[in-house]
DNA sequence: TAGATTGTTAATCGATTAACAATC
DNA sequence: TAGATTGTTAATCGATTAACAATC
């Protein structure tokens, strides 16, 4: 019985694995069994020693003037992000949004598996989409018991969030991955992870914005 | 005939302004026409300097013991964002994820104007997804041959992505929002967002993963 | 006036980058 | 051996938070 270590890891470093961990398996299929940090952050224009540090936090050890082995370090990051193992999902709210995250099969690789989806719309109801079941909304709490759903992927609109995640609550996820602009009231100890678009295109639109003042200047 | 400044705005700042934009307009709706950095910040769990400082950004002046007209700032976000305008855009790819984002009403209310879908699938060509003509890839460069495009917004398979940024950069695009994980090879004027579902389905899943670990140790 | 709020300067915190020792 | 690379410690940078003056 031990404590885990409080320590935690930076977030923008677990966000830049899955880059890297693509870029690997490119490596890997070209049979390049050994890999660099300086090979690694020429590709993404990045300093070798972020790239280090990033990779240490999975806890993998490279050989000086070798590198890493390919293998082991996609095992490592696979392994550090929890992508090695099936983590099975409900996905409430079969929109385009929804459907569209369903479609995306990448998410299969990353240990994804999108069990079923929910539903108030009858015309959804009973069909697949991609391959996955939609289901009535009304019968989510029920199919939930016990069925190891780690879990729920939040495409509703906004009306219907915290409905929606109240049951997923009740049917005992460890996550929720959000896509509305709803800020839920869940415990503490379920991990939330907000997806705001919204946020990326002020980034965007932003930075336009300078770009148009600043040609207006000289027109 | 003056010099931007060089001064850059703090990212997460920019990235927290829709969900105040968001609160801001529900206040609006209900006739509050003053607010103060205190009430958005209890809204959110944060703390009132950040607010401010966040909302500073903007140039909106508040008033103390006042707070802000909830219209100015509005206007000021907005002003800001450059969602007061009306930016137009083509979108590369009407596959799921370009049809969920052809969908989402949201974005008209932040000025962006999808004109026109491209895609290579004559299944698609022709057709209108949400009211969104789907033309011909072939037809991108002709078509947007000045027709004022501020923004490309890129949600075709990896594989195809640098082909398409390739046309957006001879059509003359300002920005592109890019959805593929393709880092682009493209003008260091033209302003690039990327989306990268990957990354953030990375934070929960590690986060999940450091559960599951902790709960080994008791079962 | 007293108290709440804005605006600003200083302190803290965390991530990035620099410097350098260890090593194969 | 010499040189490239890893791993780590120190310095820098930027964002957040704290402290406090200004003000209505």
Redesign the interface.
Known sequence: ??T?SAKS?P?PS??????YL?FLKEQRNRGNILISCTQIAEE??QLSVQVRKDLAITGIAGRPKIGYRTNELIDAIEN????NRK?KAFLIGA???G??I???E??VE???HIVAAFDVDPEKIGRAI?QCPVFDFQKMLEMGQNAGI??GILTVPSAAAQEAANILVQIGV??I?NYT?I?LDIPQEI?C?E????????????????????SD??V
């Not at 677990?14 to 880059?19: A, D, E, G, T, Y």
């Not at 550090?80 to 992508?83: A, I, N, V």
Request: proline content about 3%; aromatic content about 18%.
């Open positions: 019985m031990f885990q890891f977030i677990i966000q830049r694995l899955p880059v693509r993404f224009g550090f992000l929890g992508w983590i929109g385009s949004l459907s569209a369903l479609g995306y990448g998410f990353h240990g994804l991609h780690e879990i460890q996550g991955w602009p800020r991990v992870e997806v705001k678009l919204s946020a990326s295109f002020a980034v965007l639109s932003s930075r336009l914005k300078k770009n148009a003042i600043f200047e000289y």
